[in-house]
């Protein structure tokens, strides 16, 4: 759709001869930068406005960011045009955009594309109709007619439906007057129906903990200034209860606040919570908004209707004109890294987007990253701490399980002695229990006992992992699928294919055969029937439809059973060993987390965790529950190590369909790489997965001194390679991962 246009405010000059301004304009494409653009005149060149560009033989948006740099002849440029009603971007978001593009050494137009999240919200609004008293007096009067023209007295423009309410009438009554003409037709704005959250609605009575933390959160919002808060908490202490404190001091001084979740926690439950502390549901920005959802949303926010939005990573980049607050909760997740398109850190970005609207941060987790655990303790944040469980529930406790000395007499593969001995224990107390491993489907691996061959995917350097229920082998990484053969695809030998390894489906099926009498469920991101059947186990969980529910991570948060008293890790070693350098601060936080859903009401809970390295750092933290001492630990090896956060890390990913071209682009990439003082580059090799949906992939490392301008660098090397057309070069500023 065409956007409609400003009308031309002298229209009787045309607009190639009046004089003209000229402007750089960005567009919302991953260009280099601004381009000059002739505007009409008389119309002010302010940064934030949003315009129509000419571009090529199309036209698309494009938001006013500068003066026009370009000696370009002024016959040369194109004209742009302010949309109707010259809608602008905040100058907050417009600085963000560029801070963005800086950091993550992405084209700036990129990081605007999104801002620009909802291009609907700048077309004009659609109205909607209401009517009116009109002048005519109907013929035929009765006592319907005459109530509600009384309450038409009051001028007010009102729906049918409306009228027909407060008047107490039909909506045939209120359309006959339409037909007389004692109605009449008026156009309304779209109905906001954003309603304002009451900050006193249904405040808590706070512990004391939470009541010493709440009150250091309402001075920083008091004091409209920057300032960054961690808010330090076991699972169930109530963070969520505190930084509601802070968002009711927003809402008094009558400015925005945003609450960024993980997408997995942006659940009706938290909406519901939020409704139940504030009177209203908040505004929800996420994946799974319509389009017109997104529209009235992005408006509203623009407006400063939207009082409170929670929502997931990409909400960072809505137009709020007031912001007041921003709380980032699970600050921990490595959800809020986006690793597609602009590779950002919600989390880090959000700092920035703080500093730049001058108003506090709550980073809010029980496992904080380590990045934010150090800031707190240098004093960078502060550290709001709440140290106990509210209320009369304690925190589980949490044995060993060494796998070793297990000899899983009775054939037994996944559920140790131990286990199964609480699993009777806690179904004979009439209780609930929770069996988590973090991995889908049947078994990882498929392999031919014959020849060896494992199955891989053609497309991706990973397994094949079964998936027993659907009789399929699946590619978790491209979703590549093939019916469960019979014969080894390579050997051709029948019957020689055998399942190594558990996921989810398999521990099941060995629980079902141990304990053939209870109820249990599967939960898991792709079950047969997709998202509805894991909300279905969940609910029957909450309900204690069933007793046992065994899940892979999707379980591991935000859910509270007040029945259940035992968690089993099945595999508590797996995703401790790939030699990433998060890899044990992540296992530490998932088991944490999955720990955690244990006795949250009154029985008390028991955590059995089964590891082949019951000496390991992570399992002794998780065991004594000190968690301090973990990070203290981490900390130390990270510093010797000269890792983040003491070092810097930069990755560069080279990828494309032609492996040689690939290959050749990554090593003149290595070779090119400046000598530089306190810089080291690695590489280039092949990515852990060197083969993604078809693509060849070879990275690069660089690891840099704190005090060293990564971007610079980069910079300065990036630009002495030529890319081929056919490969792509992604940088990924600050790493969290090394797939
Ligand atoms: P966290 O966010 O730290 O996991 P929550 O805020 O979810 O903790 O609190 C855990 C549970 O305890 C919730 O059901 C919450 O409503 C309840 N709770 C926490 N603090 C209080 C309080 N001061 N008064 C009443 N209930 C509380
Ligand atoms: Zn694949």
Redesign the pocket.
């Known amino acids: 759709m065409r956007p409609a246009r400003l009308k031309p405010q002298n229209p009787e000059v045309a607009p190639e001869l009046a004089p003209l301004e000229r402007a750089g304009i960005l567009l919302p494409l991953p260009l280099a930068g601004a381009y000059d653009y002739k505007l009409p005149r008389g119309v002010n060149a302010a940064r934030g406005l949003v315009v129509a560009a000419p571009l090529g033989n199309r036209e698309t948006m494009g938001v006013i960011w500068g003066a026009a740099e370009g000696a370009v002849g002024d016959n040369r440029l194109k004209v742009a045009e302010p949309l109707a009603g010259a809608p602008a971007l905040p100058l907050g978001l417009c600085d963000f955009v560029d801070w963005v593009a800086d950091y993550t050494l992405s084209p700036p137009g990129a990081i605007l594309a999104m801002a620009l999240r909802s291009r609907g919200a700048f077309e004009p609004e659609a109205l909607r109709t209401a009517y009116i008293k009109g002048d005519t007096v109907p013929s035929r009067m009765s006592e319907a007619r005459k109530r509600v023209l009384a309450v038409a007295e009051d001028g007010l423009a009102r729906s049918v439906s409306g009228l027909a309410e407060d008047a107490n009438v039909t909506p045939a009554v209120v359309r006959g007057l339409i037909t007389a003409g004692a109605l009449v037709t008026t156009q309304l704005p779209e109905f906001s129906s954003f309603k304002d959250p009451e900050p006193d609605y249904a405040a808590?009575?706070?512990?004391d903990d939470?009541a010493q933390a709440a009150k250091r959160l309402r001075e920083a919002v008091a004091q409209k200034s920057f300032s960054a808060h961690l808010?330090d908490?076991?699972?169930?202490?109530?963070?969520?209860?505190?930084?509601?404190e802070a968002l009711a001091q927003t809402l008094r001084q009558g400015k925005q606040a945003l609450i960024l979740l993980p997408e997995i926690a942006l659940t009706v439950q938290f909406l519901e919570?939020f409704a139940a502390r504030f009177g209203v549901r908040p505004a929800e920005w996420h994946s799974d908004l319509s389009a017109r959802e997104r529209r009235r949303t992005y408006r509203a926010v623009m407006k400063g209707e939207v009082k409170v939005l929670v929502g997931a990573r990409s909400a960072l980049f809505l137009p709020f004109t007031e912001l007041g607050l921003i709380i980032v909760?699970e600050e921990h997740e490595q959800a809020f890294k986006q690793q597609e398109g602009a590779i950002y850190h919600a989390r880090d970005m959000a700092v920035v987007r703080a500093r730049i609207e001058k108003c506090p941060l709550v980073l809010?987790s029980?496992t904080p990253s380590l990045e934010s655990f150090l800031n707190a303790g240098s004093g960078r944040y502060t550290h709001l701490k709440?140290l106990a469980?509210?209320?009369a529930?304690e925190m589980p406790k949490v044995q060993i399980v060494d796998l070793r000395q297990e000899n899983n007499e009775e054939g037994a593969k996944w559920l140790s002695a131990p286990l199964r001995a609480a699993i009777t224990q806690t179904l004979a107390a009439g209780e609930q229990a929770m069996l988590f491993l973090n991995r889908r489907g049947y078994a990882p691996l498929t392999l031919c006992q014959s020849c060896g061959h494992k199955l891989t995917c053609p497309h991706c350097s990973s397994w094949l992992v079964e998936h027993r229920y659907r009789k399929r082998l699946a590619c978790h990484q491209c979703g590549y699928e093939i019916a469960a053969p019979n014969a080894c695809p390579e050997c051709k030998a029948e019957g020689a294919l055998i399942a190594c390894g558990p996921g989810v489906e398999r521990v099941a099926e060995e629980f079902a055969h141990f304990f053939p009498e209870a109820r249990y469920a599967i939960a898991s991101s792709d079950m047969m029937h997709g998202p509805a059947e894991t909300q279905s186990a969940i609910r029957a969980m909450g309900r204690q439809e069933i007793d046992v529910l065994i899940g892979t991570q999707i379980v591991a948060k935000g859910h509270?059973f007040p029945q259940l008293t035992l968690v089993g890790i099945i595999d508590a070693d797996l995703g401790g060993s790939d030699g990433d350098l998060r890899a044990r601060e992540r296992t530490f936080q998932l088991l944490h987390q999955v720990s955690?859903r244990a006795g949250?009401a009154e029985k008390p809970g028991l955590v059995l965790l089964q590891t082949r390295n019951p000496a390991d750092a992570v399992m002794q933290a998780l065991a004594s529950n000190n968690r301090d001492d973990f990070y203290a630990q981490e900390a130390e090896f990270r510093e010797r190590a000269g890792a983040p956060p003491y070092g810097r890390l930069a990755a560069v990913i080279v990828s494309g369909y032609d492996a040689e071209k690939v290959r050749e682009t990554a090593r003149q990439l290595g070779q090119a790489a400046p000598a530089a003082k306190d810089v080291k580059v690695w590489g280039p090799t092949p990515a852990f997965y060197a083969l993604l949906r078809g693509q060849t992939r070879e990275r690069l490392l660089v690891s840099a001194a704190k005090s060293v301008d990564v971007q610079a660098y980069m910079r300065a090397w990036l630009t002495q390679v030529k890319t081929p057309t056919q490969v792509r070069v992604t940088v990924d500023v600050d790493p969290i991962s090394f797939f």
């Open positions: 808590p009575v706070l512990n939470q808010l908490g076991v699972t169930g202490s109530g963070k969520t209860e505190v930084y509601f919570r909760d809010s029980a709440l469980r509210h209320g529930a509270h955690g949250r």
